[in-house]
């Protein structure tokens, strides 16, 4: 059986980030992969830079939106029958 476990590498050295434990006879394999072969991670260079804008121009944009009108309640007993 194959068990992925997570670890860091710090100044060269191997470090898991959960406790591992090994049978007498099992062989330990390791596997590098760039941080952007990851799913779901990118590296810092290529991240988004943080939005610096102000939020609060957005708020109240969709009050007059029709896919937010009606009771809340109506609307997700309606999704949930649209799965019949």
């Given at each position: 059986m194959y068990q992925a476990i997570e670890a860091i590498c710090r100044a060269g050295q191997i470090i898991p980030l959960e406790p591992v434990q090994f049978q007498e006879d099992e062989h330990l394999v390791i596997v590098r992969l760039p941080l952007?072969?990851?799913?779901?991670?990118?590296?810092?260079?290529?991240?988004?830079?943080?939005?610096?804008?102000?939020?609060?121009?957005?708020?109240?944009?969709?009050?007059?939106?029709?896919?937010?009108?009606?009771?809340?309640?109506?609307?997700?007993?309606?999704?949930?029958?649209?799965?019949?």
């Open positions: 952007a072969a990851v799913v779901g991670l990118r590296p810092a260079s290529t991240a988004p830079a943080p939005a610096t804008g102000d939020w609060q121009q957005f708020a109240g944009m969709l009050k007059d939106s029709p896919n937010w009108n009606g009771d809340p309640q109506a609307v997700q007993e309606a999704m949930r029958r649209e799965w019949d």
